[in-house]
Structures are given as structure tokens and as C-alpha cells.
């Protein structure tokens, strides 16, 4: 059993896959904190890996989103391999406070403190004025940066153009409220 707090389908908002349609698994809980978080994720369900499985495949994609909270604390290679066997094409967004099953397809790495991970596909930052040099050679295909609740967008903005190796990741379903 797993703690889910909500499935739906929608379109990724951030990110490399930015306007693809996917599901979305909402994991409950995280092991941190964040001020800036903008996901209720308390709240849920226990529900079986068959539950799980069968209401995300009631949707036509087969790019399954999964996140949180903190979805690393309730997954494991046995549900990702359920998963593939289903179909999807599997992604993660993850803190990188605890290891990840190898048999995921795309790590979207958000890192704010105690992380882990040494690799992602995409690294993604909310850029709060921080220092990104610890990041000049951290193993990614993608490195991205994004405003913190959209108030310091220009910020980011020229940061981006002073170091044209990062790329913004502004939240698009927040921009145009795609439920």
C-alpha cells in the first residue's frame, strides 16, 4: 500500500517536458519543509499498486508523472517495474534526499537541502539569489532555473543570460491555470 494524495491528468508545467501531457501520481508527505512549497500533499489514501495502475491508465497518455511531497519515500523498483509493464514512461520529481529506484526513465532533480543524488536528467532550481557554482559540474542533460513563486523573474532572467548553460522553467500550468 502507498500514501497517495491525488492521480490526475493534466500537462506538465516544468521542465524538458513542458506542455506534455501526463499523469500524475501525488505522493503524501515530504521529509522537508520548503517555505516556498505550493503543493498540499498531507492529506491522503492508502491505495495498492492494482488501484494506483488501473486509475492512471484510465487516461490515454502513457507518461506518468511521479511527485509530491517526497515521492522517493513510498516507491520502490518493484512498483516502477509495474509500472513499465503497464506502458508508461516513467518520470520523477524528487529532492534527492533518498535513493532512487535505477529503472526510472527521466530524474527531475529539485534539490534544497541534504540531497543525495549525484545525477539527473534535469536539474531544477528555485533560484532564491543563491550561489549555483556547486552545481558547474553536477551530471545532468539539463540544467534549469526557476523563479521562486514568480516574484524574482527578471532575476532569473538575467541570471540565465550571464550563464547561458542554465534554462528557464517558469511553472507554465500556474501561468495559464491548467487545472
Known amino acids: 500500500m502507498r ?30 519543509k520548503c517555505s516556498f512549497c505550493d503543493t498540499q500533499h498531507e492529506e491522503g489514501k492508502q491505495m495498492s499498486d492494482d488501484e494506483i495502475i488501473a486509475e492512471a491508465a484510465q ?31 516513467v518520470q520523477i520529481e524528487t529532492n534527492g534526499t533518498h535513493p532512487l529506484p535505477t529503472n526510472i526513465d527521466w530524474v527531475t532533480f529539485s534539490p534544497k537541502k541534504d540531497w543525495i543524488l549525484t545525477n539527473s536528467n534535469e536539474l531544477k532550481i528555485v533560484y532564491q539569489g543563491q550561489d549555483l ?9 539539463y540544467k534549469y532555473l526557476q523563479p521562486c513563486s514568480c516574484t524574482n523573474t527578471n532575476e532569473v532572467v ?21 487545472p
Open 133 to 141: 557554482s556547486l552545481w558547474d559540474h553536477f551530471d545532468c542533460e
Open 3 to 32: 500514501r497517495i494524495n491525488e492521480i490526475f491528468y493534466s500537462l506538465q508545467g516544468e521542465g524538458r517536458f513542458t506542455g506534455t501531457a501526463a499523469v500524475f501520481i501525488r505522493f503524501s508527505g515530504c521529509n522537508l
Open 158 to 178: 538575467e541570471y540565465i543570460k550571464q550563464h547561458p548553460e542554465w534554462r528557464l522553467s517558469v511553472q507554465l500550468h500556474k501561468l495559464i491555470q491548467i
Open 59 to 89: 487516461y490515454p497518455t502513457r507518461h506518468v508523472v511521479l511527485t509530491g511531497g517526497e515521492p522517493s519515500l513510498w516507491i520502490n523498483e518493484a512498483f516502477v517495474d509495474r509500472l513499465k509493464a503497464a506502458g508508461f514512461f
